[in-house]
């Protein structure tokens, strides 16, 4: 079974900068994704990558805020956050799978999930 595990959440300052990782225990993995869920919101995208491919998309809230990458050595992908909002507090969670991933922001496409971590922002 393949796991997943976050970390660098935390409390920051709007304005301020983030680094989620997301460690996976296996090099197998194809397409890595990172979702959010907001208290009393839905879990929604917010960046995904396909690292072998070099692609990354975004989501429109975060774009030219947060940038995706993947340690393929370490097999670790990472979140980099940058001019945070309190809009962006939520649990992070990353998600991944073997295979290309079509439309990267369907979470129903990814195998695996790791268990969260959160980031809260304040004003």
């Known amino acids: 079974q393949v796991q997943l595990v976050e970390s660098g959440g935390g409390l920051v300052q709007a304005g301020g900068s983030l680094r989620l990782s997301c460690a996976a225990s296996?090099?197998?993995?194809?397409?890595m994704a990172w979702f959010r869920r907001a208290p009393g919101l839905e879990r929604e995208f917010v960046a995904a990558?396909?690292?072998?491919?070099?692609?990354?998309v975004y989501a429109d809230a975060v774009k030219g805020r947060f940038a995706i990458s993947w340690d393929n050595a370490k097999n670790t992908a990472y979140l980099q956050m940058n001019a945070l909002k309190p809009e962006d507090t939520a649990v992070y969670y990353c998600?991944?799978?073997?295979?290309?991933?079509?439309?990267?922001?369907?979470?129903?496409?990814?195998?695996?999930w790791g268990q969260g971590t959160q980031v809260t922002v304040s004003p």
């Open positions: 296996t090099s197998t993995l194809y397409s």
């Open positions: 990558i396909r690292w072998s491919a070099g692609s990354t």
């Open positions: 998600a991944a799978t073997h295979v290309w991933v079509s439309r990267p922001v369907d979470e129903g496409l990814y195998a695996y």
